[in-house]
């Protein structure tokens, strides 16, 4: 059943899901649709995996290892420790369970199937109430080019520890990719109230589902509110490389940086407290308020403010046009 009305939450990985587990506790049953970055996915030892989907799958599904905030909270490494063993890659770290997904896509992918229904076969059987959509059914590769050379995405994030400097990112496949029509469904649906970029990387999470022309296009002609939750604090990053990359590319770690880089895209934006003093004169309506979200309660109060600034706006036909 389609519901009445829908949220559609942009993301990312560990950042992003923080606040899509919120947005998913205090929305309505099934009112939550997750668009998913894919440019981390990668094949390694033959798997296709795709980091971002499985993390919101695990942190939905209730099943993610919540100190790390990704990977399965019951996790084993046997086949992790036979590779080892063997002599294998052991770079990145594949627990037992986790595996089984990665192996299932896989032979599924092969078999013909649309990453989107897979997906959504994964969701269900993981008990989630929200739509999670890949941003894409073919395959977008995130590509840095530093002072280490041309990386792929995981070498640079995982291998590398994201020590190289960034000079600049492309995504590769993205141009020729296309929005699956249950995303442009979601997008094009009279029940989209708004949309809400997570705090998840710019440049790493957010910049590759918006390369892709179709979907950009059509979260533009959107007639909803675009509102972003800054992955700022104090200048900083939770977690990640964002201020560090920001840095990397000449840019100033502030609030003033995430309006100008989503400029003509969103129409508000939710910042932290310690970044009150830098809001001044942004191009968008700001929302100041603690977005550190350490707790399920600040992850459910994040994500309030987030849907009644979106409201807000929304009923004050603050929609912006965008470029
Ligand atoms: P991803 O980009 O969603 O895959 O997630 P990462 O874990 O790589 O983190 C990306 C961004 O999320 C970083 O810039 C972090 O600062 C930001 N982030 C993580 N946790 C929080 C949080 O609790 N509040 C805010 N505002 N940002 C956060």
Redesign the pocket.
């Known amino acids: 059943m389609t519901p009445a009305n829908t949220v559609l939450a942009i993301?990312?990985?560990?950042?992003?899901?923080?606040l899509a587990l919120g947005l998913e506790r205090v929305l309505p049953a099934g009112e939550l649709a997750v668009l998913v970055?894919t440019g981390?996915d990668f094949t390694h030892l033959g798997l296709r995996i795709c980091p971002?989907l499985d993390?919101l799958l695990y942190t939905l599904g209730g099943v993610v290892h919540t100190g790390q905030?990704w990977g399965r909270a019951d996790e084993s490494f046997c086949f992790m420790d036979e590779l080892r063993r063997q002599g294998g890659p052991d770079w990145f770290l594949l627990g037992d369970r986790d595996l089984v997904l990665h192996v299932e896509r896989t032979r599924r992918l092969a078999a013909g199937e649309r990453l989107t229904a897979l997906t959504a076969e994964f969701a269900q059987r993981f008990g989630v109430r929200s739509r999670l959509l890949p941003m894409s059914d073919s395959p977008v590769a995130t590509l840095l080019d530093t002072d280490a050379g041309e990386l792929e995405f995981q070498h640079y994030f995982v291998r590398l520890r994201c020590t190289p400097a960034v000079r600049a990112l492309r995504f590769a496949g993205a141009a020729q990719a296309r929005p699956t029509e249950e995303l442009l469904n979601v997008l094009h649906s009279k029940a989209l109230q708004a949309v809400i970029l997570?705090?998840?990387?710019p440049y790493?999470?957010i910049d590759p589902i918006l390369a892709i022309p179709g979907l950009s296009a059509a979260l533009r002609a959107s007639q909803v509110p675009i509102i972003a939750?800054?992955?700022?604090?104090g200048g900083?990053?939770?977690?990640?490389p964002?201020?560090k990359i920001m840095q990397e590319l000449g840019v100033q770690a502030s609030p003033a940086s995430i309006a100008a880089h989503y400029a003509g895209l969103i129409d508000g934006l939710v910042i932290?407290h310690a970044d009150a003093t830098d809001a001044r004169g942004l191009s968008v309506p700001v929302v100041c308020t603690d977005?550190?979200?350490?707790t399920l309660a600040?992850r459910e109060r994040?994500a309030s403010i987030a849907v009644e600034f979106a409201a807000t706006l929304r009923a004050r036909a603050v929609i912006r046009s965008r470029a």
């Open positions: 993301s990312g990985g560990v950042g992003g899901a923080k970055n981390d971002d993390t905030g997570c705090p998840s990387n790493l999470s939750v800054s992955p700022l604090i900083r990053a939770v977690k990640g964002t201020a932290d977005t550190l979200m350490s600040d994040v």
